[in-house]
C-alpha cells in the first residue's frame, strides 16, 4: 500500500523531487540534491535512501541511452574498484548504526556537498586533482561512500570529472555509467543487507518515476533556456534549510 500520511501537498513535493531528479540527469547539474533531505525528512534514513535509489536507477538508465557514445570508459574503470570498496564500507556503517544517526549523516554529506556547490558557484579558481592513481582512488572512494549513505556524491564526482577535463557530454555521460553501476550494486544491499527496500516503497517508486521521466524530457528541451545560477542558488538556499530541519529532527 502507499503511504497513508501523505497528503495532497505532500504527494505534489514529492512529484516535484521527482521531476528535479529527471533535470539533474538532463544537465542541471546539482538541482537534486535537495531532493536527499525532504525524502529523509517523510521516510527517515535508510528507507528514504531505498526510495529514491529506483528514481536514479531510471534516470541512470535513460541519461546511459541518450549519451552512450558519450564515455569515457578509462575514466569510468579507474573509479570502479576504490569506489566498490566505498560502498562496501558505506553498507557496513549504515548496518551498525540506528537511523538517527544515520540521518545525521546524511545531513553531514550533504552539507559537505553543499559546500562544493557554493565553491564552484563563486570561486575563480576551479577545484582540480592531478591525474594520479591516488586521485582516482580518493574519487572513487568518496563517491562510492557518500552514494551508500546518502544518495549524495552527485558534487563530489562533478569535482573528480572536471578535473579530468572531460568535454560536457563525456562529463554527462561518463558520469551516467559510473552512477548506474554503483546504482545497480545499492540494490541487493538495500534489498538483502539493510532490508529496506520493500513492496510498499518500490509501489511509491512506480507511481514517481514517471515524474523522473517528465523532468529528464523536459530538462533536455529547456535545459539551455534556464538562467541556471539563479536557479542553483535557490536550490542550494532551499536544500540548506533542508538540511537545517534535519540536524534539529
Not at 540534491?33 to 535512501?49: D, E, L, N, Q, R
Not at 531505498?50 to 578509462?74: C, E, M, N, Q, R
Not at 534489498?191 to 517528465?214: E, N, Q, R, Y
Request: a positive charge; one cysteine or more; proline letters at 5%.
Amino acid at each position: 500500500m502507499l503511504p497513508d500520511f501523505l497528503t495532497a501537498f505532500d504527494w505534489g513535493i514529492l512529484v516535484l523531487c521527482a521531476m528535479l531528479i529527471g533535470l539533474n540527469k538532463a544537465g542541471l547539474r546539482g538541482v537534486n540534491i535537495i531532493v536527499i533531505p525532504i525524502f529523509a525528512t517523510y521516510f527517515g534514513g535508510k528507507s528514504s535512501a531505498s526510495i529514491i535509489l529506483p528514481l536514479l536507477v531510471a534516470g541512470d538508465i535513460t541519461a546511459i541511452f541518450i549519451y552512450h557514445k558519450k564515455i569515457s570508459w578509462i575514466h569510468f574503470l579507474r573509479l570502479l574498484p576504490a569506489a566498490m570498496l566505498g560502498l562496501i564500507a558505506g553498507m557496513i556503517l549504515g548496518q551498525s548504526i540506528s537511523d538517527e544517526t544515520f540521518r545525521l549523516i546524511m545531513a553531514v554529506l550533504v552539507l559537505i556537498c553543499l559546500i562544493l556547490m557554493i565553491y564552484k558557484e563563486f570561486s575563480r579558481t576551479p577545484l582540480s586533482l592531478p591525474d594520479h592513481w591516488a586521485s582516482h582512488a580518493l574519487g572513487g572512494f568518496s563517491g562510492g561512500f557518500t552514494t551508500m549513505v546518502g544518495n549524495a556524491a552527485g558534487p563530489i564526482m562533478a569535482v573528480y570529472l572536471l578535473s579530468m577535463n572531460l568535454p560536457k557530454e563525456i562529463f554527462i555521460g561518463t558520469g551516467a555509467v559510473f552512477f548506474l553501476v554503483v546504482n545497480l550494486l545499492k540494490i541487493p544491499i538495500h534489498l538483502f543487507v539493510w532490508k529496506t527496500m520493500l513492496p510498499h516503497t518500490l509501489l511509491l517508486d512506480a507511481v514517481l518515476v514517471p515524474f523522473v521521466m517528465i523532468g529528464m524530457y523536459a530538462g533536455l528541451k529547456i535545459v539551455k533556456r534556464i538562467p541556471e545560477k539563479p536557479f542553483r542558488l535557490f536550490i542550494i538556499f532551499a536544500t540548506l534549510t533542508g538540511t537545517i530541519k534535519l540536524f534539529l529532527s
